[in-house]
């Protein structure tokens, strides 16, 4: 392997887990608040069908 493309190479893989580690994040987040979300929804209706009946 010449020296150019191993230097490529290794900047290649550096971005990659590069935008793997600013991109983690935010899915982990997003996931987050839709479960949040989505449980603030059962409660809501829960209480709201429970204090019906």
């Known amino acids: ?9 290794a900047y290649a893989i550096f971005f990659l887990f590069l935008a793997w580690d ?3 994040p ?4 997003r996931k ?4 949040a ?6 409660e809501s209706s829960r209480h709201t069908s429970s ?3």
């Open 51 to 53: 204090g019906t009946s």
């Open 32 to 35: 987050a608040i839709r479960a």
């Open 1 to 9: 392997m010449k020296y150019a493309e191993y230097v490529i190479a």
């Open 26 to 29: 935010l899915i982990r987040i």
């Open 37 to 42: 979300k989505l449980r603030s929804k059962r």
């Open 22 to 24: 600013f991109l983690a």
